[in-house]
């Protein structure tokens, strides 16, 4: 019997946290928010002490660099949970940066984790119909663009930024932590 289109993407969506969750095993809290050129955006401890992400209103261009900590924040919270809450909580646009996010990776992970759940569900309730849905209004300029094309960008998201920390691991690896670079 084939699938649905909303176990295709659940399928899909398992397969990509999978690779995600492999590829950052035992990552060290110093490659998390590892700098491998200057002027990178991460996740930085503030004068209160809470680590939160760097992301002005207006990005500059090109945007910098970004490190392991900065994208696993992109992922968990300004993808997908921002989805859930604009998208399927009718919660809207929050102030994405207010909160803070974990300065270790483990705890970055933990936090993707429980975003991922929480949009998987979204997704796991979403048929044929709900799918075809228009994002409508709260979407701004993607108004037209159906609740499937959003888990598709979740996806793309995802995959995406995915590739790139496994990049970013390998050239720290390489590097021996960055070490390498300093010295050249």
């Known amino acids: 019997m084939a699938k649905t289109t909303t176990e295709e993407l659940l399928t899909l969506l398992d397969y990509v946290h999978e690779r995600l969750t492999d590829r950052l095993e035992g990552t060290p809290d110093a490659e ?25 209103e207006r990005e500059p261009q090109p945007t910098p660099f970004t490190t392991i900590a900065w994208r696993l924040w992109h992922i968990g919270v300004d993808c997908l949970s921002s989805y859930s809450d604009g998208f399927f909580e009718s919660i809207g646009r929050r102030d994405l940066l207010a909160g803070g996010f974990p300065g270790t990776a483990a705890g970055g992970m933990a936090e993707v984790d429980k975003e991922w759940a929480r949009f998987r569900v979204h997704v796991s309730a979403l048929d044929d119909a709900g799918l075809a849905r228009l994002l409508g209004p709260a979407a701004g300029p993607y108004a037209e663009d159906s609740y499937h094309a959003l888990v598709l960008h979740a996806l793309d998201e995802v995959i995406h930024h995915t590739a790139e920390i496994g990049v970013i691991r390998d050239l720290y690896q390489v590097s021996e932590g960055g070490k390498a670079w300093a010295q050249a």
């Open 32 to 56: 998390y928010l590892w700098e491998p050129v200057p002027g990178c955006w991460s996740v930085r401890r503030g004068e209160d002490g809470v680590f939160r992400a760097e992301k002005p």
